[in-house]
């Protein structure tokens, strides 16, 4: 998901004032503005938790304090993501970035605003099934989105690998994600597939909640999570798609705390699942590289992509992807080999990033023939 859900434990000292300031050129009638972010005062990506105030001369302001060190990202809505700020081409803005260091004020300027529904470019490609309200005790319930690959109905016979996603609502419709903007999985599968890239697979999207950061994590939610996966969801899977459910044949995949998240499913999990792939991935959080370091128990029979960017919140989740790579070849793991490390320094921390290159742990887990 884009812009996780959660302020990661950067380094803080004193308390800092910010003042947010937004100046809309035009507003609809009696509309009201919302600023959502990356931290729980921001609503944690929550598009109508946190209202501005209306000023007499026409301005938005929300005053709140953070721990100086805190990187925050934002945006702008009249309190919900279908009517997002926009820019002067009637575009979706990247996130406002701010480093917390001393009081300020920031403003930003709006030009114009979502209409209120959102179409996105391009359509699903392939079969999208949906299943609703899945629960699992100690979680909350969530709906599971279930990819069939283009010739599932006419292949009656052929069975698939699997891959599992987290940040559901994110992989295959722009009208779902949260900015509008999706990983495309569906069109990038197809397109490896049909270019004999690789193999065809059935993709298993799992929705976050507002939980995110907690299922995510190593924590009683978190252990709860990934029993929901292994224990209810993959069983579900097996049993009502044509799957082939052994571990070499099936994979985790996801972003920033997803990212954390697939590499504690992989780690912890091995007798269900052979390969992870951790994009932009938030190893901060928790303590599972020291759990790592730690490990005894001799090189895990398994392989792991990793990847990272290079802008914003990517620069603070960098040293961690850093220390993970040495932990792991410290381990026995070997990069090109059961480990692969990829960085694009252009990237910021967002769908459209993991949504360009996407492809790369695609192939490196279900690639045919030799991937260069």
Same mark, same amino acid.
């Given at each position: 998901?884009?812009?996780?859900?959660?302020?990661?434990?950067?380094?803080?000292?004193?308390?800092?004032?910010? #003042?947010?300031?937004?100046?809309?050129? @035009?507003?609809?009638? =009696?509309? $009201?503005?919302? %600023?959502? *972010? +990356?931290?729980?005062?921001?609503?944690?990506?929550?598009?109508?938790?946190?209202?501005?105030?209306?000023?007499?001369?026409?301005?938005?302001?929300?005053?709140?304090?953070?721990?100086?060190?805190?990187?925050?990202?934002?945006?702008?809505?009249?309190?919900?993501?279908?009517?997002?700020?926009?820019?002067?081409?009637?575009?979706?803005?990247?996130?406002?970035?701010?480093?917390?260091?001393?009081?300020?004020?920031?403003? #930003?300027?709006?030009?114009?605003?979502? @209409?209120?529904?959102? =179409?996105? $470019?391009?359509? %699903?490609? *392939? +079969?999208?099934?949906?299943?609703?309200?899945?629960?699992?005790?100690?979680?909350?319930?969530?709906?599971?989105?279930?990819?069939?690959?283009?010739?599932?109905?006419?292949?009656?016979?052929?069975?698939?690998?699997?891959?599992?996603?987290?940040?559901?609502?994110?992989?295959?419709?722009?009208?779902?994600?949260?900015?509008?903007?999706?990983?495309?999985?569906?069109?990038?599968?197809?397109?490896?597939?049909?270019?004999?890239?690789?193999?065809?697979?059935?993709?298993?999207?799992?929705?976050?909640?507002?939980?995110?950061?907690?299922?995510?994590?190593?924590?009683?939610?978190?252990?709860?999570?990934?029993?929901?996966?292994?224990?209810?969801?993959?069983?579900?899977?097996?049993?009502?798609?044509?799957?082939?459910?052994?571990?070499?044949?099936?994979?985790?995949?996801?972003?920033?705390?997803?990212?954390?998240?697939?590499?504690?499913?992989?780690?912890?999990?091995?007798?269900?699942?052979?390969?992870?792939?951790?994009?932009?991935?938030?190893?901060?959080?928790?303590?599972?590289?020291?759990?790592?370091?730690?490990?005894?128990?001799?090189?895990?029979?398994?392989?792991?992509?990793?990847?990272?960017?290079?802008?914003?919140?990517?620069?603070?989740?960098?040293?961690?992807?850093?220390?993970?790579?040495?932990?792991?070849?410290?381990?026995?793991?070997?990069?090109?080999?059961?480990?692969?490390?990829?960085?694009?320094?252009?990237?910021?921390?967002?769908?459209?990033?993991?949504?360009?290159?996407?492809?790369?742990?695609?192939?490196?887990?279900?690639?045919?023939?030799?991937?260069?």
């Amino acid at each position: 998901m884009g812009f996780s859900a959660t302020n990661f434990n950067l380094p803080q000292k004193s308390q800092v004032y910010i #003042t947010f300031k937004v100046v809309p050129a @035009s507003l609809p009638k =009696k509309a $009201k503005v919302f %600023i959502s *972010g +990356n931290h729980e005062k921001l609503g944690n990506w929550n598009s109508g938790a946190v209202p501005m105030k209306k000023n007499k001369d026409g301005s938005w302001t929300k005053t709140l304090s953070f721990k100086s060190g805190t990187h925050l990202e934002y945006k702008i809505t009249l309190g919900s993501w279908a009517k997002e700020a926009l820019d002067k081409s009637g575009h979706v803005p990247p996130n406002s970035v701010l480093f917390v260091k001393t009081n300020a004020t920031v403003t #930003t300027v709006v030009d114009k605003w979502k @209409s209120g529904e959102f =179409k996105g $470019k391009g359509q %699903i490609a *392939g +079969n999208l099934k949906v299943h609703h309200n899945m629960k699992y005790e100690g979680i909350l319930p969530r709906d599971v989105l279930v990819w069939l690959p283009k010739n599932y109905e006419e292949s009656s016979q052929k069975k698939y690998p699997v891959l599992y996603m987290h940040d559901g609502q994110q992989l295959f419709d722009p009208a779902t994600s949260t900015h509008g903007v999706d990983w495309q999985v569906d069109e990038t599968v197809s397109k490896l597939v049909e270019q004999g890239k690789m193999k065809e697979i059935i993709v298993v999207g799992i929705n976050n909640t507002d939980d995110r950061w907690q299922e995510y994590s190593e924590t009683t939610k978190g252990r709860a999570y990934r029993n929901f996966v292994i224990k209810k969801l993959k069983p579900f899977i097996d049993k009502t798609y044509r799957t082939r459910p052994e571990r070499e044949h099936t994979g985790v995949m996801g972003s920033s705390m997803g990212g954390l998240v697939s590499f504690l499913f992989v780690w912890y999990h091995p007798e269900t699942f052979s390969m992870a792939s951790c994009l932009s991935p938030a190893f901060i959080e928790g303590d599972i590289l020291e759990k790592v370091k730690n490990y005894k128990g001799g090189v895990k029979n398994i392989k792991i992509y990793i990847d990272n960017g290079g802008l914003g919140l990517e620069k603070k989740l960098q040293p961690g992807c850093e220390e993970m790579l040495e932990l792991l070849e410290k381990q026995g793991f070997v990069q090109g080999e059961n480990l692969i490390w990829f960085r694009d320094k252009k990237a910021e921390h967002n769908e459209a990033a993991w949504a360009k290159r996407v492809w790369k742990p695609l192939l490196y887990m279900y690639g045919i023939g030799e991937q260069k």
